[in-house]
């Protein structure tokens, strides 16, 4: 059973092999993960699609196209010859057929379908290479482990340069003349002093002789940089964000938003929410559905721009941005507009076990119409986020702060929010765009009437 790199989007032509979740030769079984994969929208998972023991075919990192075999499950329980072994041995195949060039009857057990396979591809002949598994058997490990010494032992024939070895002959005098030189002359007490003392051979000198120099060692400088390639969810990431700086009129606004009636809801409401639907009431579910009531006042921020054509959206579809492990992904909440509170919550955490396990799937991300980002769970105070083409407008989200503030005369102690929106100026006007944020704010500063209706 081969395991493919599935089609995962028209747009897709290959993914990364991220790393393989079971080891080489290691027994699996039917619908278990083997390996995560990254396209340039998401990370997922690859299920065994049957019993058997894997047999890797392409290492962790490589860039493999949609649809290309990366592995092998083969029927059997699992060892280190990868498959079942087989009773008889045969004859050592050269890969030429019977008889040809291969003079040697000795014999060894047969080769699995993987060795063979991996054989032809990287044109290494099977007898020329020590076999470690059970009885000898030739693995796809012994393969990989000749392969990379072949190509290490060329390279090095063919850069390593001749080992400078010193002129030692020429620093030892000749027989004939240690025969022929006089006896050294003893020094009287009064010349000691004005007389050259014996010559000792000058080891310095030695050192820096071109013909008896020693290279030394380079002195051990640390590090500072490395290098790695870009993923591809990383490379989209940086695509999408230049495009929509290059291709947008982008512009923020801000305001903020007292806080303190929401954090009081959520505080009397949040046992009895947990209880009665499983999931947290937190701050978000306000902020979409505040978004919802906002966009159907102001319809050119839940629009895009096509063409010379823009499109106004009659449905709600709220991208939610969450930090993940290889970068930041927006699902889309579909049909916002006819959640409760809850069913916007469910929704999201969904979407959080999904990023966990590698199982968002790229129709979670596709089709929304606007887009909020919380940087407040990182500590963001304020920031102007980046617009998501086509989509025109973003709500940015960050931390409650008690700041203090005016109210009826008297500075008070509030928790308040600031409030972000970025908008492309081609469609959505300023004044359209004060007014969505305003909109918002008094959502939220009184929150009781959504919390109602929701």
């Given at each position: 059973?081969?395991i493919?790199?599935p089609s ?6 290959e993914a990364l092999?991220?790393?393989w979740?079971?080891k080489?030769g290691e ?8 390996c995560?994969?990254e396209?340039d929208?998401?990370t ?7 019993d058997g023991?894997?047999t890797?075919?392409?290492p ?11 592995g092998i499950i ?8 990868l498959?079942?072994?087989d ?6 195949d050269?890969?030429l ?6 003079e040697?009857k000795?014999?060894l057990?047969p080769?699995?379908?993987a060795?063979?396979k ?14 470690t598994?059970?009885?000898g058997?030739?693995?796809v490990d ?14 090095l024939s ?9 002129n ?6 000749s027989p ?10 003893v020094?009287?007490p ?5 007389s ?6 000058n ?10 120099r ?7 400088v640390?590090n500072?940089?490395s290098?790695?390639?870009?993923t591809p ?6 695509e999408?964000l230049l ?12 305001n903020?938003?007292?806080?303190g009636r929401?954090?009081?809801l ?6 009895h929410?947990?209880?009665k639907?499983?999931v947290?009431?937190?701050f978000?579910?306000f ?6 009531e906002?966009?159907?006042?102001f319809?050119?921020v839940?629009?895009?721009?096509d063409?010379?054509?823009?499109v ?7 991208g ?17 507009d006819?959640?409760t509170f809850?069913g916007?919550?469910t ?9 966990k396990?590698?199982?968002?799937e790229?129709?979670?991300l ?21 617009l998501n083409?086509?989509?025109s407008?973003v709500?940015g ?5 008690e700041?203090?503030?005016?109210r009826d ?10 409030l972000?929106?970025?908008?492309d100026?081609?469609?959505?006007d ?10 918002i ?13 929701g």
């Amino acid at each position: 059973m081969e395991i493919r790199v599935p089609s995962v989007g028209e747009s897709v032509h290959e993914a990364l092999l991220g790393k393989w979740l079971r080891k080489n030769g290691e027994a699996v079984r039917r619908d278990e993960p083997v390996c995560e994969i990254e396209t340039d929208k998401i990370t997922m998972e690859i299920n065994a699609e049957a019993d058997g023991v894997l047999t890797v075919l392409a290492p962790e990192g490589a860039t493999v196209k949609i649809g290309a075999v990366i592995g092998i499950i083969e029927a059997g329980t699992g060892d280190s010859g990868l498959g079942t072994r087989d009773s008889g041995l045969g004859t050592r195949d050269s890969g030429l057929g019977t008889g040809n060039a291969v003079e040697t009857k000795e014999l060894l057990p047969p080769l699995s379908p993987a060795v063979r396979k991996l054989a032809q591809e990287r044109g290494i002949r099977p007898e020329t290479v020590h076999g470690t598994g059970r009885g000898g058997r030739v693995t796809v490990d012994d393969l990989l482990t000749a392969g990379t010494r072949d190509s290490a032992v060329e390279e090095l024939s063919i850069t390593s340069p001749e080992p400078r070895i010193p002129n030692l002959e020429s620093r030892v005098p000749s027989p004939e003349s240690r025969t022929s030189s006089p006896e050294p002359r003893v020094p009287s007490p009064e010349s000691r002093t004005s007389s050259p003392e014996p010559r000792v051979p000058n080891l310095e000198s030695r050192t820096s002789s071109p013909e008896s120099r020693v290279p030394s060692p380079e002195p051990r400088v640390p590090n500072l940089e490395s290098r790695v390639p870009m993923t591809p969810i990383r490379k989209r990431i940086a695509e999408r964000l230049l495009a929509a700086r290059q291709q947008t009129a982008m512009l923020t606004t801000f305001n903020e938003a007292d806080l303190g009636r929401v954090m009081e809801l959520r505080t009397r409401h949040k046992e009895h929410f947990q209880k009665k639907h499983g999931v947290s009431l937190g701050f978000m579910s306000f902020f979409v559905k505040a978004c919802v009531e906002a966009l159907k006042e102001f319809p050119a921020v839940n629009a895009a721009i096509d063409g010379d054509d823009i499109v106004y959206h009659h449905y709600y579809h709220i991208g939610i941005a969450i930090g993940a492990e290889k970068g930041l992904v927006v699902p889309v909440i579909r049909d916002a507009d006819r959640l409760t509170f809850a069913g916007i919550e469910t929704a999201i955490a969904g979407f959080v076990e999904k990023i966990k396990a590698n199982r968002l799937e790229l129709s979670d991300l596709q089709g929304g119409t606007f887009s909020i980002s919380n940087g407040g769970v990182y500590g963001s105070l304020l920031s102007t986020p980046i617009l998501n083409p086509p989509q025109s407008g973003v709500l940015g989200m960050h931390a409650v702060q008690e700041r203090p503030v005016v109210r009826d005369g008297r500075i008070v102690i509030r928790p308040m929010m600031y409030l972000a929106l970025s908008y492309d100026h081609r469609i959505i006007d300023g004044r359209e765009a004060v007014g969505f944020l305003k909109k918002i704010k008094e959502y939220v500063e009184e929150p009781e009437e959504l919390f109602l209706e929701g």
